[in-house]
């Protein structure tokens, strides 16, 4: 997600300078995975950027789940399955329009003032 972000706010071909960087790093996990929950707001999102974000949670929580649960177990067909899921959301996300991203880029990135 960090690198759909600055992809889309700084340009792919900027990746080298340190404006892409820092919009790289700009982006907070959990301020992330807030935003990415906040189904209010994603309904104005198309399919492809609502399952981005759904994964990206879901995603989230499986790898805190293998990080810190020393019982946690898998099979490596379901990390296989995963990666391909992964691979298929952010290729659909970054199928839609610069606008689209750009939004939910400003979505994930920025906190809502009232």
Same mark, same amino acid.
């Given at each position: 997600?960090?690198? #759909? #972000?600055?992809?889309?706010?700084?340009? /792919?071909?900027?990746? /080298?300078?340190?404006?892409?960087?820092?919009?790289?790093?700009?982006?907070? &996990?959990?301020?992330?995975? /807030?935003? #990415?929950?906040?189904?209010?707001?994603? &309904?104005? +999102?198309?399919? %492809?950027?609502?399952?981005?974000?759904?994964? +990206?949670? !879901?995603?989230? !929580? %499986?790898? &805190? %789940?293998?990080?810190?649960?020393?019982?946690?177990? #898998?099979? /490596?067909?379901?990390?296989?399955?995963?990666?391909? !899921?992964?691979?298929?959301?952010?290729? !659909?996300?970054?199928?839609?329009?610069?606008?689209?991203?750009?939004? +939910?880029?400003?979505?994930?990135? +920025?906190?809502?003032?009232?």
């Amino acid at each position: 997600m960090a690198g #759909c #972000c600055a992809d889309t706010l700084i340009g /792919k071909t900027e990746r /080298k300078t340190e404006s892409w960087r820092r919009a790289y790093r700009a982006l907070n &996990h959990g301020e992330a995975r /807030k935003a #990415c929950r906040r189904s209010s707001e994603l &309904h104005v +999102f198309p399919q %492809e950027a609502r399952n981005f974000a759904r994964l +990206f949670v !879901d995603l989230q !929580d %499986e790898r &805190h %789940e293998a990080d810190y649960d020393p019982g946690w177990r #898998c099979f /490596k067909s379901d990390i296989e399955n995963r990666i391909g !899921d992964a691979g298929s959301a952010i290729s !659909d996300f970054e199928a839609l329009g610069t606008r689209v991203r750009r939004a +939910f880029a400003a979505h994930v990135l +920025f906190k809502r003032r009232s």
